[in-house]
């Protein structure tokens, strides 16, 4: 079965400065997809960014940018200019088709101002 | 707008008492998901629906029941045989066989026992 792992249950970064969360997984699959998710205190799960397997290009979205490592099965998201309102829960999520998606623990961002 | 709306924000049970999460789509998505999540915690896994009228357990699906009369709609009932549903409950969905789109969520329930 599918693991993913998220090694740093918490994590702290000065606000403006860049923070890299860390992700892990397991698979047998060439062709899947991986996201992260952040949860804000609000609770509401929104989707960050995704990576498809057969792209060898990291996906980016304005300040949110990954790190995809297909052979090391490593998957880290990286916040530039980090801000106030990024504080939340990321998770960290693998999906193969129409398979569940498997989620790892989250990790803990907080922005100190 | 298309999304899922889970109903209510706020639900509170008293010992012994069946309660029912609200959970509708209106994004035409095959599957649908229940996730329980604690305090500080990941999510785990309840119930699924993939096809109408089907439905697979996940990982904690013991003291919880759902049905899946309508592909809109996805409802969970927290029976009295949960021993400790206090929690924070996410429904999402997703289009069946695209795994690029991930899933979308609902804003959640969060359900207090007194």
């Known amino acids: 079965a599918q693991t993913v792992t998220q090694s740093q249950p918490e994590m702290s970064v000065q606000e403006a400065e860049t923070v890299t969360l860390s992700c892990t997984y397991d698979t047998s699959e060439s062709d899947y997809y991986l996201f992260w998710y952040k949860q804000p205190p609000s609770r509401q799960m929104i989707l960050v960014i995704r990576q498809e397997a057969y792209k060898q290009q990291n996906a980016t979205e304005n300040r949110f940018s990954v790190n995809f490592q297909k052979a090391a099965k490593s998957f880290s998201l990286k916040i530039s200019d980090s801000q106030l309102g990024d504080a939340a829960m990321y998770f960290c999520a693998y999906r193969r088709g129409a398979q569940k998606l498997v989620f790892g623990q989250g990790t803990r961002l907080t922005i100190n101002p | 707008d298309g999304g899922i709306t889970q109903s209510p924000k706020y639900l509170f049970r008293k010992e012994g008492q069946n309660v029912t999460l609200s959970c509708e789509q209106n994004?035409?998505?095959?599957?649908m998901y229940w996730y329980r999540q604690d305090p500080g915690q990941g999510l785990r896994l309840i119930y699924y629906s993939q096809i109408v009228n089907d439905f697979q357990k996940g990982d904690i699906a013991e003291g919880y029941s759902v049905s899946r009369e309508k592909k809109e709609s996805f409802p969970l009932t927290v029976t009295s045989a949960q021993k400790n549903p206090t929690a924070f409950y996410l429904c999402?969905?997703?289009?069946?066989?695209?795994?690029?789109?991930?899933?979308?969520f609902g804003s959640g329930t969060r359900l207090t026992v007194v």
């Open positions: 994004l035409n998505h095959d599957a």
């Open positions: 999402a969905s997703s289009m069946g066989g695209q795994g690029f789109y991930g899933y979308t």
